[in-house]
Nanobody, 130 residues
Framework: QVRLDESGGGSVPPGGSLRLSCTISGIKVNNACVGWFRQAPGKKREEFAIAMIGNDGQMYDDSVTGRFTVSRDIAENAVYLQMDSLKPEDAATYSC???????????????????????WGQGTEVTVSS
């Protein structure tokens, strides 16, 4: 059984930082593409991952490039999202998701579109407010 659990959300002022964790069981992080998605209050979840990591590297949405960093720890089987210089518009529930059909290697590529991902966590809430 595959399970993804997010943690690390909280409330920070603009310009602050948070580090989100996505702990995964049932699949290995180096055998999947893992993306971070977000859903702002009152809005639909964004269709494209804001950050994604696979064996072929990382990808970022323009809205977070230079401020967010996605990484993974194979030994811990976890993926992290370091969020710096947070803005009020970053406030959202952040969810990690895994696509176990692709790895970013062995002839497969990772994608950022939500429907490519089979497994989802419940999300962790991030608030950015002074």
């Amino acid at each position: 059984q595959v399970r993804l659990d997010e943690s690390g959300g909280g409330s920070v002022p603009p310009g602050g930082s948070l580090r989100l964790s996505c702990t995964i069981s049932g699949i290995k992080v180096n055998n999947a593409c893992v993306g971070w998605f977000r859903q702002a209050p009152g809005k639909k979840r964004e269709e494209f991952a804001i950050a994604m990591i696979g064996n072929d590297g990382q990808m970022y949405d323009d809205s977070v490039t230079g401020r967010f960093t996605v990484s993974r720890d194979i030994a811990e089987n976890a993926v992290y999202l370091q969020m710096d210089s947070l803005k009020p518009e970053d406030a959202a529930t952040y969810s990690c998701a895994a696509d176990s059909r692709r790895t970013g290697s062995d002839g497969t590529s990772c994608y950022t579109r939500d429907f490519m991902y089979q497994y989802w966590g419940q999300g962790t809430e991030v608030t950015v407010s002074s």
